[in-house]
């Protein structure tokens, strides 16, 4: 399949295209070329105007890559309405007119092979027979017995998707991938199944799906090409790679990913760090047990509730009640958690402080003796408190739910205040403000916790959001004279650690830095 595919794997990447003119596919087929796929698929169902037997050889003979024809009808999630048999038809003669692979739904297969009796399948081209089911993903033994319905058909290549209702689900598929007999593309469809795309090598998938653009994609929750190869490093995947991730609800805009497949790459650590939209955690650690998943970063809402399913905790973590880093131990399966948010934040925002990044000499914390607002009362909000107190911080806590507030303060010695009353609360100037809300995040970033006219008492305001970089929190602290924090800065800190907890290697510092200010 050309030099491109070079690596540790033999699993393809397979661009589908979804142009609606001849013209732009053959467009397309170069792009794709020229990004590192080693077949495309052609959808024909997406041509606005088809002249089948003209069309279908211009676009095998002129194609630069080898060829998948996919003429998917809407009863299975595609774009034609018109006569089966015509459209089995064209399917037959893409075979016979040299293409590398044919996709044919399990619903008619059988008509298709009558068909295909008259004539002979050249023996070339590989039959791919497919089903896809956009509600859920069946149990082991249905998709089991789904598997072996396809194989009695006569498959060259056994095809299924499903739905991913809970990312769990993703780990059946996996289940009968890893045991399946014949060859094998196995898709989890939606954003909890993206885990199915990237990982397919690990487990012996046949292809994957890679998009040429972000907006062009034929099933939900497909990367692009670009991303399976430069970001997740799709190439270097192999059944002993180590899988971590950012277990998160939102997560899709998390940069985690971006640095730490960088720094993995770049130290040539085997693993491969991915988005996990996650709903319950436990469930989660349950179902993806095996030391294979080795290590996760915890964001918003997981922070509290991981900490209950660890066997481990770090005392500093027990206390601040939530976690940000959990490990799996390579040698028993156990779970180990700490949290090295509170680490990250409150050294970006000593750096600020002091006004440099490489200033040793004083052991006092310029944050001692500081009347220290912390804006939310969850896992982050927790660490910040926690962080600044040990600091020699006065901590305040502010939250939309005073009880909520209260029984933070309480817990660290500190005092709460109602997010509403934090606008008039101003008993002294050069206070320091830390949002640990998810208010100003991508894509709300018109919000702010608090009013323009109140930041003038603090002398310097740290924001833990991060996307975007600068939140309008942050314009509004610098226009009003305080020195600024970006989540950026806590986001770097608290990755060296989670990197070394990880790999067990020194973390490349100087690349975190160059990574996240390239984004």
């Not at 040299?98 to 590989?126: R, T, W």
């Not at 922070?303 to 131990?329: F, Y």
Request: proline letters at 4%.
């Amino acid at each position: 399949m050309g030099s491109e595919g070079i690596g540790k794997n033999s699993t393809l990447i397979c661009v589908p295209l979804m142009a609606d003119s001849v013209d732009q596919m053959l467009v397309d087929m170069n792009k794709a070329k020229c990004r590192g796929a080693d077949l495309v698929e052609v959808r024909l169902d997406s041509l606005k105007r088809f002249n089948p037997s003209q069309d279908v050889e211009t676009l095998v003979k002129r194609c630069p890559l080898p060829t998948l024809f996919t003429y998917r009808p809407n009863w299975e999630g595609g774009l034609y309405d018109g006569d089966e048999n015509s459209r089995l038809d064209v399917l037959r003669l893409a075979m016979e007119l040299g293409a590398d692979y044919i996709d044919v739904e399990l619903q008619v297969i059988h008509e298709f092979n009558s068909f295909i009796m008259q004539g002979k399948k050249p023996a070339k081209c590989k039959l791919i027979v497919s089903s896809h089911n956009y509600q859920n993903t069946p149990s082991v033994e249905d998709l089991g017995n789904l598997v072996a319905r396809i194989q009695a058909a006569g498959a060259n290549i056994v095809k299924i998707a499903t739905t991913a209702l809970d990312i769990a689900d993703v780990a059946r598929v996996f289940q009968i991938t890893v045991h399946s007999q014949v060859p094998i593309i196995a898709m989890v469809m939606g954003e909890r199944g993206l885990m199915s795309r990237i990982l397919c090598p690990k487990f012996g998938g046949y292809l994957t799906f890679g998009s040429l653009e972000s907006g062009t994609v034929s099933a939900p929750g497909q990367p692009t090409i670009e991303d399976l190869v430069n970001l997740y490093n799709f190439r270097q995947i192999g059944p002993d790679t180590k899988v971590f991730g950012i277990i998160g609800k939102p997560v899709s805009h998390s940069k985690a990913p971006m640095l730490y497949n960088e720094a993995f790459k770049k130290v040539g650590f085997n693993g491969v760090y991915l988005h996990l939209l996650v709903d319950d955690v436990a469930n989660f650690l349950q179902t993806y047990s095996s030391t294979d998943f080795a290590g996760f970063s915890c964001t918003i809402p997981h922070k509290e509730a991981a900490l209950k399913c660890c066997d481990e905790v770090d005392p500093i973590a027990k206390s601040i009640g939530a976690v940000n880093c959990i490990i799996r131990n390579s040698s028993d399966g156990k779970l180990f958690a700490c949290n090295t948010d509170y680490v990250g934040a409150i050294t970006a925002i000593e750096d600020a402080l002091r006004g440099s990044h490489h200033v040793s000499g004083s052991t006092v914390s310029p944050l001692a003796g500081k009347l220290f607002v912390v804006i939310g009362a969850g896992g982050a909000g927790k660490a910040l408190a926690y962080g600044a107190k040990e600091k020699g911080a006065r901590v305040v806590i502010a939250n939309r739910t005073y009880d909520r507030a209260k029984e933070l303060a309480d817990t660290v010695g500190g005092d709460a205040l109602s997010l509403a009353d934090l606008n008039s609360f101003h008993p002294e100037n050069g206070m320091i403000l830390a949002n640990t809300t998810s208010v100003g995040m991508q894509p709300k970033v018109d919000e702010t916790p608090v009013s323009k006219e109140a930041l003038r008492s603090y002398s310097l305001v740290f924001d833990a959001v991060y996307t975007p970089k600068i939140t309008r929190l942050l314009r509004e602290a610098e226009e009003s004279g305080a020195k600024i924090v970006t989540g950026v800065e806590m986001f770097i800190e608290q990755a060296y650690d989670q990197f070394e907890w990880f790999t067990g290697l020194p973390a490349p510092k100087e690349l975190f830095r160059q990574t996240m200010a390239n984004y």
